[in-house]
T-cell receptor, first 107, second 116 residues
Framework: RKEVEQDPGPFNVPEGATVAFNCTYS??????FFWYRQDCRKEPKLLMS???SGNEDGRFTAQLNRASQYISLLIRDSKLSDSATYLC????????FGSGTKLNVKP | NAGVTQTPKFRVLKTGQSMTLLCAQD?????MYWYRQDPGMGLRLIHY???????AKGEVPDGYNVSRLKKQNFLLGLESAAPSQTSVYFC????FGGGGGHNEQFFGPGTRLTVL
């Protein structure tokens, strides 16, 4: 079983839509959680850390559910520029990366 | 601040050749990492370092060596390149590596390596 699992997608949504991704992790002792964004052939860039109480940054909301061992990312009012692959990252002594969920936002 | 930089950006090698990839960071981070990313796969950790003079193996260390002689630099070496090492290599750094705060990783732009 992989440490971190994500639906690879792609998620194809129209501009203005709300879209949500989930990511499950296997180690219940995991301590830090992140969402990264990766554009085609570019490096991953930190989108946001995920805190226990949930957190929001503009149109992006991240949630952590420790009981069910998953984190989520909600994107409201999708923009064309949100098209990218979103990586879920979990830390338990080491960093474990999901394979990513691809998002395509269409005009 | 330049953040994390990597050289070279692109390289083509023949099987059996050797090369060194250089990663540099100017954020005074303790931890540094080398990953490879292959199409359709997630990032896989090759080697990492928790401080100057220390290195450790990651998930896929075979065929690679690393050195961290200076805090700001982390070198990845391929002694005898093989076609299976064709990949995109990313370097990253973080202030801490454990489960507490300040452990976000920052990535360099990547090196695209092709081994013929």
């Amino acid at each position: 079983r992989k440490e971190v699992e994500q639906d690879p997608g792609p998620f194809n949504v129209p501009e203005g839509a709300t879209v949500a991704f989930n990511c499950t992790y296997s180690n219940s002792a995991s301590q830090s959680f992140f969402w990264y964004r990766q554009d085609c052939r570019k490096e991953p860039k930190l989108l946001m850390s995920v805190y226990s109480s949930g957190n929001e940054d503009g149109r992006f909301t991240a949630q952590l559910n420790r009981a069910s061992q998953y984190i989520s990312l909600l994107i409201r009012d999708s923009k064309l520029s949100d098209s990218a692959t979103y990586l879920c990252v979990v830390n338990f002594n080491k960093f474990y990366f999901g394979s990513g969920t691809k998002l395509n936002v269409k005009p | 601040n330049a953040g994390v930089t990597q050289t070279p950006k692109f390289r083509v090698l023949k099987t059996g050749q050797s090369m060194t990839l250089l990663c540099a960071q100017d954020m005074n981070h303790e931890y540094m990492y080398w990953y490879r990313q292959d199409p359709g796969m997630g990032l896989r950790l090759i080697h990492y370092s928790v401080g100057e003079g220390t290195t450790a193996k990651g998930e896929v260390p075979d065929g690679y060596n690393v050195s961290r002689l200076k805090k700001q630099n982390f070198l990845l070496g391929l002694e005898s390149a093989a076609p299976s090492q064709t990949s995109v290599y990313f370097c990253a750094s973080s202030f801490f590596g454990g489960g507490g705060g300040h452990n976000e990783q920052f990535f360099g732009p990547g090196t695209r390596l092709t081994v013929l």
